[in-house]
């Protein structure tokens, strides 16, 4: 209605769309699949935070998050509760016990260890560890680093029907006799890294449980890995960068911060980049006219 009276708006719109002309589109945000990829995340190189470089790859609509240990298959993003979920292929579930050692168990890079870790509430629960194994040297005399994590334990992992076609008996005839349990349930922060050659097991399982209440029984645990991210640093940079219409991303050095401004990058946000405040009281001048424009038409058609 008001593009078919106003013939000058209509052509003034195509050629300065008004959402350009006041803010950069975010060339950094974008999806796969369905998930949507944004800071501190990135998928082209120089997007998103340095801590989060080199980690996602999208590959036929497939999230994968790749680290030392291996990649694993994005499930979700939480950005409000700053999580991951991830799925490893190799690894057990309630259904399907995997052994043979081929799971990716859990390891970063350290110099990514500040920025992403298991959450506190995700069990890993190790299975087919050999006696030898690091978990279990000091023992009998030390007390095994095995233990229940928000609720989740081998207790009733041993329940899971994937248990029928492996036996879940202990490797050894007493518990503290001579031989460890066959499956030992840990919380991330206890080892630090899952690395199943390292520990000498044969497979492993990664729960999590998002319910408020708690779940009962495994078949009620969500089977994945939950990893809390955060974003260290300069907390202020991205918001400060994205709120003069910036987008947040890294240099070539991948350590520094930079500010995507248009044309220009910044060290700090878009105000500070010439160009950009050049264009912008240009761009509002032209609306201020158009606006004086339309006022003048509909005032001189009125009387
Ligand atoms: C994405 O789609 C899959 C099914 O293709 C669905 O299970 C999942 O919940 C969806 N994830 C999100 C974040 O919408
Ligand atoms: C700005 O930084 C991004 C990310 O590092 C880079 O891809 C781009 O080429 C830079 N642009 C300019 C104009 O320097
Ligand atoms: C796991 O441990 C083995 C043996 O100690 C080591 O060679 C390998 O690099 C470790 N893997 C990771 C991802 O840290
Ligand atoms: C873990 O929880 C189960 C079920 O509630 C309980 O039977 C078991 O004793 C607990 N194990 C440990 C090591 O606390």
Redesign the pocket.
């Known amino acids: 209605m008001l593009l078919t009276l106003f013939p000058a708006l209509y052509y003034l719109l195509i050629i300065f769309p008004p959402n350009c002309a006041f803010a950069n589109l975010n060339s950094c945000r974008s999806y796969c699949?369905?998930?949507t990829i944004d800071y501190p995340f990135g998928l082209q190189n120089g997007c998103g935070h340095p801590g989060f470089r080199d980690l996602l790859f999208c590959m036929n609509d497939v999230l994968m998050f790749h680290v030392s240990s291996g990649s694993y298959r994005v499930l979700?993003i939480d950005y409000a509760y700053q999580a991951l979920t991830l799925h490893d292929p190799h690894m057990s579930t309630c259904d399907r016990i995997v052994l043979g050692g081929a799971g990716n168990g859990f390891a970063v890079e350290p110099w990514r260890e500040p920025y992403m870790n298991p959450a506190a509430d995700n069990v890993f629960m190790l299975i087919g560890c050999s006696a030898e194994s690091p978990l279990f040297q000091g023992f009998p005399g030390k007390h095994l680093p095995c233990r229940n994590v928000s609720g989740m334990g081998c207790e009733e992992y041993y329940g899971c029907p994937g248990w029928d076609a492996v036996g879940r008996k202990r490797m050894g005839s007493t518990y503290f006799g001579s031989g460890p349990p066959r499956c030992c349930a840990v919380p991330f922060e206890a080892i630090k890294a899952i690395n199943l050659t390292r520990l000498q097991c044969e497979g492993y399982s990664s729960a999590y449980n998002l319910a408020p209440l708690r779940v009962d029984g495994p078949s009620g645990w969500s089977y994945g890995i939950r990893v809390k991210y955060s974003v260290q640093g300069n907390q202020e940079f991205c918001g400060a960068c994205e709120a003069t219409g910036g987008t947040c991303g890294y240099g070539s050095d991948g350590i520094r911060q930079v500010c995507m401004c248009g044309n220009s990058n910044s060290t700090s946000n878009c105000d500070s980049v010439s160009s950009s405040r050049e264009t912008r009281p240009m761009m509002a001048e032209m609306f201020a006219g158009l606006l004086t424009y339309i006022l003048v038409w509909m005032t001189r058609n009125q009387l």
Do not use: P
């Open positions: 699949g369905n998930i979700d």
